[in-house]
């Protein structure tokens, strides 16, 4: 019985670690213009109108950074035009590509 626990607490342990070891620092995003990058920024203006009920419609990103987390954060500046006047966003999505979820973390602004 201890020794099973010790074998438990032994496995969570390595299994936490790789999980850090896979996790590094933000990275900003060389192209911007990649189609999953520009696929995330749509996401984010989508779900933030869906949670506000608010109508902005996707500009472009024009600044972004990743970090690898179990997946992917992106914090991404958005544009986004607002009725008639276009503003910036700072947007974070959470992609998870193996089971297909996407999570908007926060969305800011116009900033
Ligand atoms: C950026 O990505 C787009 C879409 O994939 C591609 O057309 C373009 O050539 C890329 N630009 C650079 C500088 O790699
Ligand atoms: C995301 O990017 C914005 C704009 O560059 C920056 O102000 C903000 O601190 C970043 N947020 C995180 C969580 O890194």
Redesign the pocket.
């Known amino acids: 019985m201890h020794n099973l626990f010790i074998t438990i607490l032994i496995a969570v342990f390595l299994c936490k670690s790789s999980v850090e070891s896979l996790s590094g620092g ?1 990275k900003s995003i060389p192209n911007l213009s990649d189609p999953t990058v520009v696929d995330i920024g749509r996401f984010a203006v989508d779900e933030h109108n869906k949670e506000f009920y608010a109508a902005l419609t996707f500009g472009q990103v024009v ?3 990743s ?1 690898v987390v179990e997946g992917v ?1 992106y ?3 958005i544009t986004a035009v607002d009725g008639s006047a276009e503003n910036s966003y ?1 947007a ?1 999505v959470w992609d998870k590509p193996w089971d297909q979820s996407r999570q908007l973390v926060f969305f800011t602004g116009p ?1």
Do not use: A, F, R, S
Request: hydrophobic share 40%; aromatic share 8%; proline share 0%.
């Open positions: 933000w600044k972004g950074e970090q954060n914090n991404l500046t700072v974070l900033i």
